[in-house]
């Protein structure tokens, strides 16, 4: 059943792309298929799927449409968040939610924050009898567009983090699709802002006795790997089709048709060992999350993003090799891949992951304890 969404996800992919069409019928065949549900138990009404099976549906959707493996980032690192907490009414409430088929977005990042990963400083929880008034701005909220509820991080009116989960639809939420990124373009990574939006007393968690975030750093980074990993084989899937494609080679190359020209054949070969090595590293490293030490999973997660970055854009690159000036053309849209691969690296640069693991090797340093390591 999987196998079979996936395939018809793929289909108008590049398309879809190409001419801005954002995949909300693709989510509705999500949320109806329960996807989201993936790593729920069995008992939980979900598919019971380990960490490893789960990064490598997060590889095959990727490669299916880059967009939507991106955009269920936020969903599927709010599942694991859900899965650790303590069994209450408000774990089953939101456990049912989530076998349903339903989706959750995200409210984290602000722009006026002075460090990526402050905890929402900017956006308020005031509290309001039995409620709690949320008031602010939240910017790069990949997939909340498509989602049904969204996570959501601030300050109370005495300066205390808190989170919550919101239910969009409801008054005073406004999602706005204005992200302009050259990749990635349809996982609507803009703006969310929340003006007199509403959330019980009970749905209000105060860190760090009610939620910790540190265990998910890793899951959030090695998730953009997976998604790299799913482009790399994209770029093998166009690079055949287009060695298979083209009638006209050069004077000067190796055979008259260039399927058969033994320098083509190289650079699809080449690709497809990046290709495979991408996947590879991401199921591996995918194994040490499932474990219990945070910080070695933090470790290998950010080494298999330095190593993803250049395999990534090598390959993406390698691509254009195989082809010919009609490779450039518009109409083509084979530089999505490099555009998208691109974007993705760029969430957290590889140049801050290589000195903190520097630092570690060299002078015993801990790593950095936030998501975003």
């Known amino acids: 059943m999987t196998a079979a969404l996936i395939a018809r996800i793929a ?6 792309e190409a001419e801005g069409i954002a995949p909300f019928e693709q989510i509705a065949w999500i949320k109806q298929a329960r996807l989201g549900a993936h790593r729920l138990p069995v008992a939980e009404g979900g598919a019971g799927a380990s960490v490893r099976d789960l990064f490598d549906l997060v590889v095959r959707l990727s490669h299916a449409d880059s967009n939507i493996g991106h955009l269920l980032r936020a969903h599927f690192g709010t599942v694991e968040d859900i899965l650790t907490w303590p069994d209450s009414p408000r774990r089953q409430r939101w456990i049912a939610r989530v076998a349903a088929g339903e989706l959750f977005g995200n409210g984290n990042n602000e722009l006026g924050a002075k460090h990526a990963g402050d905890y929402g400083k900017s956006t308020t929880f005031t509290p309001d009898g039995d409620e709690y008034v949320v008031e602010g701005a939240k910017y790069y909220s990949t997939g909340t567009l498509y989602a049904d509820h969204t996570f959501v991080t601030g300050v109370t009116d005495t300066g205390v983090p808190v989170s919550a989960l919101l239910t969009l639809g409801a008054g005073g939420i406004t999602v706005e699709d204005d992200w302009d ?3 990635q373009s349809l996982t609507a990574t803009g703006t969310t802002r929340f003006e007199g939006a509403r959330v019980t007393a009970g749905e209000v968690a105060f860190p760090p006795e009610d939620y910790d975030r540190w265990h ?6 090695h998730y953009l790997n997976a998604v790299v990993a799913g482009n790399l084989r994209s770029v093998l899937d166009d690079a055949v089709a ?3 494609s083209r009638r006209r080679s050069f004077t000067h190359g190796s055979a008259d048709l260039p399927k058969d020209d033994p320098v083509l054949q190289e650079v699809v070969g080449e690709i497809a060992a990046l290709s495979a090595a991408a996947t590879a590293i991401v199921l591996e490293t995918a194994d040490v999350l499932a474990g219990d030490d945070v910080h070695e999973a933090a470790l290998r997660a950010s080494q298999a993003q330095v190593v993803l970055h250049d395999l990534g ?8 090799e195989v082809g010919g000036a009609s490779a450039v053309k518009r109409s083509a849209n084979l ?3 490099w555009r998208n691969i691109r974007t993705v690296v760029s969430h957290n640069p590889v140049r801050f992951k290589n000195r903190a693991i520097g630092d570690l090797l060299v002078n015993g340093e801990t790593l950095p304890d936030n998501t975003y390591f």
């Open 11 to 16: 289909e108008g992919a590049a398309h879809r």
């Open 181 to 183: 990124g050259f990749g």
């Open 216 to 221: 998910l750093g890793p899951f959030y980074q």
């Open 242 to 244: 287009l060695i298979r």
């Open 313 to 320: 854009l090598r390959a993406a690159t390698a691509l254009f």
């Open 335 to 337: 530089d999505r891949h």
